[in-house]
C-alpha cells in the first residue's frame, strides 16, 4: 500500500467517524428538535462531501456516496 493511498484510506476512516459521532450525537440529544438539526446538518455534509468527490474524483462517488445520503435527507425532510 502506498503512502497516498494509506493517507486516503485515514482520511476516509476520520471522515466515517466523524459522521457516525455526529449522526449518534443527534440520536442522543435531549432536545429533539435540536437532534434532528443536528441530523440535517450532518447528512448535508455527506451530500456536499458526495459532490465535492464527484467533480474531484470520481462521478461514481455521487451514486455511491450520494444517493444514500440525498434519500437520507429526504426522509428526514418528509418525516
Do not use: E, H
Not at 9 to 27: D, I, K, R
Not at 62 to 77: D, E, M, R, V
Request: net charge positive.
Amino acid at each position: 500500500m502506498s503512502l497516498l493511498t494509506k493517507s486516503l484510506a485515514a482520511n476516509q476512516g476520520l471522515y466515517n467517524g466523524f459522521l457516525a459521532a455526529g449522526l449518534v450525537w443527534s440520536l442522543v440529544y435531549p432536545d429533539p428538535v435540536i437532534g434532528r438539526q443536528i441530523q440535517l446538518f450532518f447528512v448535508i455534509c455527506v451530500v456536499v462531501a458526495a459532490v465535492y468527490g464527484a467533480l474531484t474524483a470520481n462521478k461514481s462517488i455521487l451514486l455511491k456516496q450520494g444517493l444514500p445520503a440525498i434519500l437520507a435527507l429526504i426522509s428526514l425532510l418528509i418525516f
